[in-house]
């Protein structure tokens, strides 16, 4: 089983400043990652699929990037309703497994 | 428009089968590429991949679950069903089910249903 790895466990920064989450996988997963978040009693929404592509209606401050085992996905400059949690998820050898999340929360 | 709501009880007995009802619109599970996806959260816990089925009845399980987990599909009603048996309170979480897109070699799932609180308990 591919485990991953985010980092950090809780991110702590305010409105307007710029957010760099961190996925590392056990092995390489190429191009199959993506980042989701989700608000506090919500279900969790699709942000960016293979790497580095935005879902549908996500908006531009919202990136991915990396290859192999590391991964980022950056928001460029936060707005209030981006404090959430972030996961990222992989799937690999028919086996689909998820980060333990960073919290992005309000400084 | 894509939409799934889960449905089933919110209680079960320890050594149960909990039966969950995942409906869906604004795709068909007959349509080449796509799939339906079951996941789990503990409260206050991360994210956990149960199943997958995909459009040509191809099935898929996380190994720690393989045993006690079924799922079918009725595609003329639009449902996906996941059955796990021998419940324990360690199963206590928000069940979700989820819509996997037409994709190539990945698999990502885009959206998601609001949930649906299963507590465990005698």
């Known amino acids: 089983e591919i485990v991953l790895t985010q980092s950090p466990a809780t991110l702590s920064l305010s409105p307007g400043e710029r957010a760099t989450l961190s996925c590392r996988a056990s092995?390489?997963?190429?191009?199959?990652l993506a980042w989701y978040q989700q608000r506090f009693g919500q279900a969790p929404r699709l942000l960016i699929y293979?790497?580095?592509n935005r879902a549908t209606g996500i908006p531009a401050r919202f990136s991915g990037s990396g290859s192999g085992t590391d991964f980022t996905l950056t928001i460029s400059s936060l707005e209030p309703e981006d404090f959430a949690v972030y996961y990222c998820q992989q799937r690999s050898n028919w086996q689909i497994t998820f980060g333990q999340g960073t919290r992005l929360e309000i400084k | 428009q894509i939409t799934l709501k889960e449905s089933g009880p919110t209680l079960v007995k320890p050594t149960q089968t909990l039966t969950l009802t995942c409906t869906f619109s604004g795709f068909s599970l007959s349509t080449v590429g796509v799939g339906v996806g079951w996941f789990r959260q503990p409260p206050g816990k991360a994210l956990e991949w149960l199943a997958l089925?995909?459009?040509?009845?191809?099935?898929r399980y996380s190994p720690s679950l393989n045993s006690r987990l079924t799922l079918t599909k009725d595609t003329s009603k639009n449902q996906v069903v996941l059955a796990l048996t021998n419940m324990d309170p360690v199963d206590t979480a928000t069940y979700y089910c989820?819509?996997?897109?037409?994709?190539?070699?990945?698999?990502?799932?885009?959206?998601w249903g609001q949930g649906t609180l299963v507590t465990v308990s005698s």
């Open positions: 989820a819509h996997r897109p037409l994709s190539f070699g990945s698999d990502w799932f885009d959206p």
């Open positions: 293979d790497v580095s």
């Open positions: 092995q390489s997963v190429s191009s199959y």
């Open positions: 089925i995909y459009w040509d009845g191809d099935k």
